[in-house]
């Protein structure tokens, strides 16, 4: 019996049927080594495609002509660039926080969410940071700190001119940087005439008290504010207006100003020499700093005048009074009234807390009645220099400054004396071109304000 099974067609790899004609096998197998290289072997061109572009190339002239200045162009797209720039932003977050009173730089690290382990770092990169330790209520701090709570940068916002900068470099220590705003100098002109006193014209001409003190300052040789000022003394004066991103944030030094006292007017000009140091001068380049200046005080009142035969106060008898009396709010601050060096500081019970001072061999001044001493005996003293404040220690009524200059061991009057004494030096002759040049605008200036302020005054008048 026969087994009959239908027959299977089985084909071996690598083995063609037999009835499969030779040309026909040929075209396949040439057919099929193409496909295989088709799929596993890539063009020139998806190899192009699949390289990473390099960051940043350079190309040569002879790459630029090839194109790969075009491919670069299309290295980022528009929507790669947007992700970018957010994932950088996004690394880091930035908070501003004000100093409130009580604050500690531990406050601010906790408020910041920054570990004090980073707070002890900062500290200690340098004498710049430990400074951070004395924060003010007001002072801001800018945070710049990463997602996971690492500080980058910590800014110190002191005013609206300064900032401390401290970043982490690459080593992850601290430096420090000071940026500082300049801001925008105008000048500013202010004119007035006296009628009760300085303080108030200059109030009412629009001048701080700050540059009204300023102003009796450069005069303070040549006029005495407690004595001299009479009604119908005028003033001119130029100075310089601060300005940050528009707004007004406060004054510079006066650049020029006039006085007329009693008839008499002084003018005076800010010269800034060739080492850098600023001070005030006549039109001619004469000094408007005298050896003293006129008053150991700031405007105030005279209560006693220098008077051999004065009947004194406590003791009601004819006693010397060989000095000037200053009245004034007890605290006042009281000035040297001249280089020199102090020889005596100390108590007794008929002048109370009192400061003498030398000055060169001839002259000694004397400061009494002061409630407070701010100076010791040897050390050296600058003009203007505060050396203590006004009180009524000792044999005094009230709070006052019980003020003598001698010449040679000698009682000389005090509102008198400083008139006959000579001047600073004035600008040297080396210097008299450059003084020229940069003083006489200012003074063309300040002339040019006075024309129609001086017109205005007579015509109110």
Avoid: W
Avoid at 24 to 35: G, I, Q
Avoid at 252 to 280: C, E, K, M, W
Avoid at 390 to 395: A, K, L
């Amino acid at each position: 019996m026969q087994n009959h099974r239908k027959p299977t067609s089985r084909v071996r790899i690598g083995a063609l049927p037999k009835h499969f004609p030779r040309v026909h096998a040929l075209t396949a197998s040439a057919a099929a080594c193409v496909l295989v290289l088709a799929i596993f072997i890539p063009t020139p061109e998806v190899e192009a495609k699949r390289m990473p572009l390099p960051v940043n190339l350079s190309p040569t002239t002879e790459e630029t002509e090839t194109g790969v200045e075009q491919v670069q162009a299309e290295e980022i797209s528009p929507n790669q660039g947007i992700a970018l720039a957010s994932a950088a932003t996004e690394a880091f977050k930035s908070l501003n926080l004000t100093v409130r009173n009580g604050d500690t730089l531990s406050d601010l690290f906790k408020r910041a969410k920054v570990s004090a382990g980073e707070m002890y770092q900062l500290l200690g990169s340098g004498k710049e940071a430990k400074k951070l330790a004395r924060l003010n209520p007001g002072e801001e701090l800018t945070f710049t700190v990463t997602t996971d709570g690492k500080l980058q940068s910590l800014a110190l916002q002191k005013d609206r001119l300064s900032q401390v900068r401290f970043t982490r470099d690459t080593e992850s220590k601290f430096q420090h940087d000071l940026v500082q705003r300049e801001p925008d100098s105008h000048p500013a002109y202010r004119q007035g005439q006296i009628d009760s006193s300085l303080f108030v014209a200059g109030s009412d001409a629009g001048l701080s008290d700050s540059l009204i003190m300023e102003m009796a300052d450069v005069f303070s040789s040549d006029i005495d504010f407690a004595l001299d000022i009479r009604k119908g003394d005028s003033f001119s004066v130029m100075f310089e207006e601060k300005f940050l991103d528009g707004e007004k944030i406060g004054n510079g030094p006066i650049l020029a100003v006039s006085f007329t006292n009693q008839g008499h007017t002084y003018s005076a000009v800010r010269y800034v020499d060739s080492s850098g140091d600023a001070n005030y001068f006549t039109p001619e380049g004469k000094s408007m700093r005298k050896a003293f200046i006129r008053t150991p005080l700031d405007i105030v009142r005279i209560s006693s005048h220098f008077n051999p035969r004065r009947l004194h106060p406590v003791f009601k008898s004819r006693r010397p009074h060989n000095g000037t009396d200053y009245a004034a709010p007890r605290g006042t601050p009281v000035y040297s009234t001249g280089d020199g060096r102090v020889i005596a500081s100390g108590y007794s019970k008929p002048n109370g807390n009192y400061v003498f001072v030398q000055h060169g061999e001839r002259y000694v001044t004397r400061y009494l009645h002061l409630t407070k001493r701010n100076v010791k005996k040897g050390q050296r003293v600058k003009q203007r220099q505060v050396i203590g404040t006004v009180g009524s220690t000792g044999y005094a009524t009230g709070p006052h400054l019980h003020y003598e200059f001698l010449v040679d061991g000698r009682h000389r009057n005090p509102a008198t004396i400083v008139r006959k004494l000579p001047k600073a030096k004035s600008v040297p002759s080396a210097e008299m071109t450059r003084f020229k040049n940069q003083t006489q605008p200012l003074l063309a200036k300040l002339e040019n304000y006075q024309g129609p302020a001086l017109a205005k005054l007579d015509d109110d008048n």
